[in-house]
Structures are given as C-alpha cells and as structure tokens.
C-alpha cells in the first residue's frame, strides 16, 4: 500500500516562507501526478499545485508567482515552496498524488494526513 508522509507545516509571520514536502513511499511503479491541495476555515478543498508527467506545473491563482512546486521524482517527493506568505494562505495543506502501483497496473489516488500551516502575527 502507499503512504504520503508530509512535512514542513507551521506558524509563519506575514511575508515569511515555509516548504512542505511530501514523500510517497509502497510498491510504486510510477506516478504520474503529484500535487498540492489546502483547506482553509469556511471554504472548500481547493488545487494550489499541481505537477503531472512531464513536470508540467498548475498553480491556484491566489498564488501563483509566491509559491513553486517541484519534485524529486528519485525520492517520490513533491515540494511546495511558499514565500510572502498571507493570512488568507491559512489552512490545512494536503499532498496527494496518482500512483500506478506495482505489478498492478491501475491508478489511483493517494492521499496525505494534512499539514497546517498558520501565518499570523
């Protein structure tokens, strides 16, 4: 079976950084979509980044140009690397990715635990 373990989550001030890291570990073949998704208080799961094959890249539009995925494809490892951080950036962030396991051959997506992370003065 796969697991996500994630990372990295925390109490930032405004316009401070963090980077959370999500590492996928089990009997995986490939994976052909890692990303980022958060939940904030009162509002809906929503996609902040997402990296399918070919490290093509999608961002949420309330932070594109401040936060950068990337991935360790040797690791099984997404990243999000967040900067100039904003209140509204407040929520529990969750990895997840679609993974071929081996010796199976269908695709289904995983899920992590949820990391908060809190910017606040």
């Known amino acids: 079976q796969v697991q996500l373990v994630e990372s990295g989550g925390g109490l930032v001030q405004p316009g401070g950084s963090l980077r959370l890291s999500c590492a996928a570990s089990?009997?995986?073949?490939?994976?052909?979509?890692m990303g980022w998704y958060r939940q904030a208080p009162g509002k809906q799961r929503e996609l902040v980044a997402g990296?399918?094959?070919?490290?093509?890249?999608n961002y949420a539009d309330s932070v594109k140009g401040r936060f950068t995925a990337s991935r360790d494809n040797a690791k099984n490892t997404v990243y999000l690397q967040m900067n100039s951080l904003k209140p509204e950036d407040t929520a529990v962030y969750y990895c997840?990715?679609?993974?071929?396991?081996?010796?199976?051959?269908?695709?289904?997506?995983?899920w992590g635990q949820g990391t908060q992370v809190t910017v606040s003065s």
């Open positions: 997840n990715a679609a993974i071929r396991l081996r010796g199976v051959g269908s695709i289904r997506v995983y």
């Open positions: 089990g009997s995986i073949e490939s994976i052909n979509y």
């Open positions: 990296i399918i094959s070919g490290d093509t890249t």
